[in-house]
């Protein structure tokens, strides 16, 4: 049977997993019941996320998320839209911990509109069921404006089905068709998904998506906090997709007060994403190299981006893993607002070194590094684990007896033996 919790009134008696929230500036502390915090938002990406939706025009209507978890995302959207909500979860501690959440956002962050939150509910009850949640809470001629979802899937796994999220994309869709304000572009829905989906389950989603809602504005969403990685993919759909712009890549700048980077364009989805044309190429001394976030190349919008930087013309050495790396022949302007932490390291090209790294040929490396005035150098390429912090501290060490004045960085050559020796500064 549903239960109606008003976040008014829930007490946290009970509650348990009670932990502060890094990345908000109200240091916020929210409750996590029965080990959900891996499964949470965090709190500056909820935020960012919401004062995104807030340039869409969203009908009137029920906000509505119908698998809240811990209810921070949805809090979110309340907060910036200044709507009523309506969370639903099947795990009855975890819709507690959600009413509780949301009383302590609201409370915290200093908002006077008691109606918002007398009127915002959380239920105890199965989210694929929309007839039965607006008959609980005698909505029935109200429409739902907006409509969030992020499924649980499989814990440590690399790769799942759809079939495996819960709830079900299609039952979810089955469930609130009816009851979705549908636009001349579709319904308002945001799937918060695994950035682990393959480019061909990207593709069934939306061929999903088609079967109930056809002809629907779709822009894919990759969102990063930075470190080369995608924290969070999503498809936001008719009313807020973007026209014209199938993908958009955020990053999530480690600073709470700044807002996020975001980057338009690219191509719809395909069933095997070409990565980027990556031609045999040798490295010149004078030109630059650069290493790109490996997020925003998967994003797929590397390119869209690279456009916009007047480096003149660029090649991709190397396109997939940790480590993007472009050639190209005039410098990156670090200072650049388009700059946004996107590259991890450029450098002019100054040598190129024919030897094998390894520990017995670290002094050769050092003695290049010092006819080169450099002073700190860091290596970034792929290394035995064992050896890499082994030759850093070795170059630390030899480099710290002398009077160089250059920064720079060592990378190995994608299409060859070689070593680039490459100057910051």
């Given at each position: ?72 995302q949805i809090a979110a959207y309340s907060e910036i839209l200044k709507r009523s909500i309506v969370g639903v979860e099947l795990n009855q501690n975890r819709a507690r911990a959600s009413a509780v ?98 480019s061909t389950q990207m593709l069934e989603v939306e061929d999903l998506v088609e079967k109930y809602w056809p002809k629907t504005s779709k822009t894919w969403t990759w969102t990063s906090r930075g ?199």
């Amino acid at each position: 049977m549903p239960q109606i919790i008003n976040p008014l009134s829930e007490s946290s008696d009970g509650l348990f997993e009670n932990n502060p929230d890094k990345t908000s500036i109200e240091q916020f502390r929210f409750f996590h019941a029965d080990e959900g915090k891996p499964l949470a938002t965090p709190w500056q990406v909820a935020l960012s996320r919401a004062i995104m939706l807030r340039e869409y025009q969203l009908p009137e209507g029920i906000i509505l998320d119908c698998a809240c978890g811990s209810g921070i995302q949805i809090a979110a959207y309340s907060e910036i839209l200044k709507r009523s909500i309506v969370g639903v979860e099947l795990n009855q501690n975890r819709a507690r911990a959600s009413a509780v959440n949301f009383r302590t956002i609201f409370t915290e962050r200093g908002d006077d509109d008691i109606d918002r939150l007398k009127n915002s509910v959380f239920i105890v009850g199965d989210g694929r069921d929309g007839s039965a949640i607006k008959a609980l809470l005698n909505l029935k001629n109200e429409p739902v404006a907006f409509l969030h979802l992020d499924p649980a899937r499989p814990r440590n796994s690399r790769a799942h089905a759809l079939s495996e999220m819960e709830p079900r994309l299609d039952e979810v869709f089955a469930g609130w068709k009816p009851h979705l304000k549908c636009g001349e572009t579709g319904p308002a829905i945001l799937l918060d998904l695994s950035p682990r989906l393959s480019s061909t389950q990207m593709l069934e989603v939306e061929d999903l998506v088609e079967k109930y809602w056809p002809k629907t504005s779709k822009t894919w969403t990759w969102t990063s906090r930075g470190g080369g990685r995608i924290d969070r993919l999503a498809l936001w759909l008719g009313a807020i997709a973007e026209p014209n712009s199938p993908r958009r890549f955020v990053r999530i700048p480690p600073e709470p007060t700044t807002p996020p980077f975001i980057l338009l364009g690219g191509k719809s989805i395909t069933e095997q994403e070409s990565g980027l044309n990556k031609p045999y190429v040798q490295p010149q001394r004078g030109n630059y190299a650069s290493i790109i976030d490996a997020a925003l190349v998967e994003s797929g919008l590397a390119d869209d981006w690279l456009s916009t930087m007047s480096i003149g013309t660029y090649v991709w050495a190397e396109s997939k893993g940790r480590r993007p790396i472009i050639y190209h022949q005039n410098a990156i302007e670090a200072t650049s607002s388009k700059y946004a932490n996107l590259v991890v390291a450029t450098g002019r090209i100054v040598d190129l070194i024919n030897t094998e790294l390894v520990i017995e040929s670290a002094d050769k490396f050092v003695d290049i590094f010092l006819h080169h005035d450099i002073a700190k150098l860091t290596i970034r390429a792929s290394l035995d684990p064992s050896h890499q912090p082994k030759l850093q501290g070795s170059f630390d060490r030899q480099l710290a007896k002398r009077h160089g004045s250059k920064k720079a960085f060592l990378l190995q050559n994608p299409n060859g033996e070689n070593y680039l020796l490459c100057v910051t500064n």
